[in-house]
């Protein structure tokens, strides 16, 4: 069995950065939605749409150097079935953190945001540059 290798900090930091930028637009969209009255599914689909547009350009052209229009239909993919893990997340957790969908969506985080570079770095972007 190979062991797992450590992706180089630069691409980590960069990652970071990013997905900090990213994370923060998503999140203000999804509690735009939510403070307009918009079911948690929904206003975390708007989320992940405005989240998908920006981390594209973000995570092809910045954290990984590999910025392709080719790539971009298996990123939509991919963002469709993280979105459906979030969404499922979400729903196991809301009965634990009293039904605010604020926390929940919050805490899920912790789950979407290492799984998103995994996916990216190996399925979406090829492994990145490593520049």
């Known amino acids: 069995m190979q062991q797992m290798k450590w992706p180089p900090l630069h691409e980590l930091k960069r990652f970071l950065i990013a997905g900090t930028i990213n994370t923060a637009f998503s999140y203000m969209i999804y ?45 939509v993919v991919s963002w469709l079935a993280i979105w459906g893990l979030n969404v499922l997340c979400i729903g196991l957790l809301l009965p634990l953190v009293n039904g605010n969908a604020y926390v929940a969506g919050a805490l899920t985080l912790f789950i979407i945001v290492p799984l998103s570079f995994i996916v990216q770095k190996h399925l979406v972007f090829g492994g990145g540059s490593g520049r």
């Open 31 to 75: 509690a735009l939605f939510l403070w307009l009255e918009v079911s948690y599914p929904l206003a975390n689909l708007a989320s992940m749409i405005g989240g998908v547009l920006l981390g594209f350009v973000t995570q092809g052209l910045f954290v990984f150097r590999r910025l392709e229009t080719r790539r971009f239909p298996v990123f």
